[in-house]
């Protein structure tokens, strides 16, 4: 049999990379004739550098100001395309102001706080080494500034434009929330950042002034785009500044070489951190759901937490989901022993898959 595996992260526990490895370990363990074929996915958000590094281009390293105030050393990657005059530079918000970079817990004071000056700073870098084309990774941001902290550093909405002229930006996101309402980055997102009901209301009005400030400016309602939400607003800022979207998991199959690896394939085990109904949006999960669709692959999910009923996990196109906590016994188990008890339930699959 050939089984592709091309899991997103599993949280802050494995990288995309990581997981495909424990799995196919486990995997061959149980099944050692079937011919595995790894391939590490994501949608844009932790992780994204680190997938595309795995195909192509040179890494770089920058420090940049983190979520808070401590510098954090961010990774990114730098793609000679066609030709060393056209350079396209892939950055990941989630390198420069994610959730795992605050010293703790989130809480509604860091989700007030936290800020996104370090993808502004990981811009300029990129501008600096000559890039044309800039692809910005969203997701797992602890920022909701609506990009005010990119903004500054690009020298504010008015002069940002002018630095990157002849320059191409993309927003490539996980999620297609607009920026405000009951479906924005502050109330949908907000929870998840550490925000109690009165810091989402604060966020919320800061996103609102944010919105106006962009129609002000650009003459055009950037706020209610699909992925305006992302990142705490970063796509919308980056939608100001002239920045188109694109999904993220169609972004990274297109460049790993997706179509061309799935063709022929049996299975494909595809996973991350937590499989609930935000999986069926943009993420990794329902891509390669679809994906395996089109080649003639079932598909299935190795997940640390599945949270989906075995009817929402069929329309989601998966012929089922396992998920790791379950198998560990403990939510705490299958974080401290990520690896081994992912490896252990990819053997425990195998053994019983038909």
Do not use: N
């Not at 797992?140 to 500054?152: K, V």
């Not at 002229?165 to 929870?191: C, Q």
Request: net charge negative; aromatic share 4%.
């Amino acid at each position: 049999m050939r089984v592709v595996i091309a899991p997103d992260s599993f949280g802050g526990t494995l990288s995309a990379p990581e997981a495909a490895e424990a799995i196919a370990e486990g995997w061959r363990s149980a099944r050692p004739a079937d011919q595995l074929v790894l391939l590490p996915q994501s949608d844009g958000g932790p992780g994204f550098v680190d997938v595309l590094a795995t195909r192509f281009g040179s890494r770089k390293t920058t420090f940049v100001q983190g979520p808070l105030e401590a510098p954090v050393k961010a990774h990114w990657l730098i793609d000679a395309v066609g030709d060393a005059d056209h350079l396209v530079a892939y950055l990941e918000c989630a390198q420069a102001c994610g959730l795992h970079l605050l010293d703790g817990p989130p809480t509604p004071e860091t989700a007030l706080a936290a800020h996104s000056r370090g993808v502004g700073q990981l811009i300029v870098d990129a501008l600096d080494y000559g890039a044309t084309t800039i692809v910005v990774g969203l997701g797992g941001s602890a920022c909701t500034d609506a990009g005010a902290g990119m903004l500054a550093v690009l020298g504010g909405l008015a002069q940002a434009p002018a630095l990157l002229a002849g320059v191409k930006l993309i927003a490539a996101t996980d999620v297609e929330h607009p920026l405000l309402g009951p479906s924005g980055a502050a109330r949908v997102f907000g929870p998840q950042k550490g925000a109690d009901a009165a810091t989402v209301r604060a966020l919320e009005a800061r996103l609102s002034s944010a919105a106006a400030e962009f129609q002000r400016v650009v003459k055009r309602d950037v706020a209610a785009l699909p992925g305006a939400g992302a990142a705490g607003g970063l796509g919308a800022a980056l939608f100001a500044l002239g920045g188109s979207r694109r999904s993220g998991a169609e972004l990274v199959a297109e460049r790993t070489g997706q179509v061309a690896l799935l063709a022929g394939a049996d299975l494909v085990i595809t996973g991350e951190g937590r499989l609930d109904d935000q999986s069926a949006h943009g993420k990794v999960v329902s891509a390669l759901a679809k994906a395996a669709a089109r080649a003639g692959a079932r598909a299935l999910a190795l997940a640390g937490q599945v949270r989906l009923s075995p009817e929402q996990t069929a329309a989601a196109g998966l012929a089922a989901a396992y998920s790791v906590s379950e198998f560990a016994g403990s939510v705490e188990l299958a974080i401290s022993e990520a690896e081994t008890q992912l490896r252990a339930l990819a053997a425990h699959v195998a053994t019983a898959w038909e």
